[in-house]
């Protein structure tokens, strides 16, 4: 018997990675629970980023909407929507589900202790977890590219439409 393993996928941006994720739930009907990290808009123009919640009663908010956000022309993390809303959507995701989404992980957790160490536990409890993983080094990431349990993919465009049948055969085993 096989033990599980966590499934990250990883690349250039715009990639791919978020569509390949999609395409493997919509097609093997898996429930998801999670997070996505999209983009908002304020007057047309792009304002940062915002945590979605994902498979979950929706208490989301425009209070809550901020993750990352655009200020002078620069991106700065806020690290308490991590250290809040990250935290709580995944604690009730690994109450909630067998599969876990975090899409994406990357750089600006790198301040977000609580939110690092819950996203650690959740690797090490009974769920699993398909996200995307920034190609990127901090050691957050590192940490968690580096587990034996965490089989990364790398996303290209030369690979990306034989991909979504190779996570699924993943997310099988």
């Known amino acids: 018997m096989k033990s599980k393993y966590h499934i990250f996928l990883t690349g250039e941006k715009k990639v791919g990675k978020s569509t390949i994720i999609e395409k493997v739930v919509k097609e093997n009907n898996i429930p998801l629970v999670g997070?996505?990290?999209l983009?908002?808009?304020?007057?047309?123009?792009?304002?940062?980023?915002i945590m979605k919640e994902v498979g979950m009663a929706q208490n989301f908010s425009i209070e809550n909407r901020i993750s990352?956000?655009?200020e002078n022309g620069r991106v700065f993390p806020i690290v308490e929507?991590?250290?809040?809303?990250?935290?709580?959507?995944?604690?009730?995701?690994?109450?909630?589900?067998?599969?876990i989404l975090m899409d994406e992980l990357g750089r600006f957790?790198?301040?977000?202790?609580?939110?690092r160490r819950t996203v650690l536990k959740c690797l090490d409890g009974d769920c699993r977890v398909i996200g995307v993983i920034q190609d990127t080094e901090t050691?957050?990431?590192?940490?968690?590219?580096n587990r034996k349990d965490v089989k990364l993919v790398k996303v290209t465009e030369e690979n990306r439409n034989e991909l979504p049948l190779k996570i699924s055969r993943y997310m099988e085993e």
Do not use: C
């Open 109 to 115: 957790e790198t301040k977000a202790l609580n939110f």
């Open 39 to 49: 983009p908002y808009y304020e007057g047309g123009r792009f304002a940062g980023y």
């Open 35 to 37: 997070f996505k990290t």
């Open 81 to 99: 929507t991590f250290e809040e809303i990250g935290v709580n959507i995944i604690s009730k995701a690994m109450k909630k589900s067998k599969w």
């Open 68 to 70: 990352i956000v655009l």
């Open 139 to 145: 050691d957050f990431l590192d940490e968690i590219r």
